[in-house]
C-alpha cells in the first residue's frame, strides 16, 4: 500500500518561512504528477500547488510568488517552501498526486500566528 508522510510543519510567525516534506513509498515516483493541499479549520481542502514529472509548476493564485514546490525523485520526495507566510495559511498540509489517487496522509500542521 502506498504511505505519503508529511513533515514539517510548525508555529511560524507572520512573515516567517517553512520547508514542508513528502515522502512517498511503493509507486514510481518519477513519472507521478504530485500535488500539496491544504485544509484550514471548517474549510474544504484546496489544492496549493502542483509538479509534473518534467517539473512543471502551477500554483494556486494565494500563493502565487511565496510557495515553491519541488521534488527529488530519487528520495520519492516532494517538497513545499512557504516564504512570507500570512495567517490566512494557517491550515493542515498534505501532499498526493495531481488528482488526489492515493489515500490520505496523516498531513502536517502549519500555524502562522504572532
Known amino acids: 500500500q502506498v504511505q505519503l508522510v508529511e513533515s514539517g510543519g510548525g508555529l511560524v510567525q507572520p512573515g516567517g518561512s517553512l520547508r514542508l516534506s513528502c515522502a512517498a513509498s511503493?509507486?514510481?515516483?518519477?513519472?507521478?504528477?504530485m500535488a500539496w493541499y491544504r485544509q484550514a479549520p471548517g474549510k474544504q481542502r484546496e489544492l496549493v500547488a502542483t509538479i509534473t514529472s518534467g517539473d512543471s509548476t502551477n500554483y494556486a493564485e494565494s500563493v502565487t510568488g511565496r510557495f515553491t514546490i519541488s521534488r527529488d525523485n530519487a528520495k520519492n520526495t516532494v517538497y513545499l517552501q512557504m516564504n512570507s507566510l500570512k495567517p490566512e495559511d494557517t491550515a493542515v498540509y498534505y501532499c498526493?498526486?495531481?488528482?488526489?489517487?492515493?489515500?490520505w496522509g496523516q498531513g502536517t500542521q502549519v500555524t502562522v500566528s504572532s
Open positions: 498526493n498526486t495531481r488528482l488526489a489517487t492515493l489515500n
Open positions: 511503493r509507486i514510481i515516483f518519477s513519472i507521478v504528477a
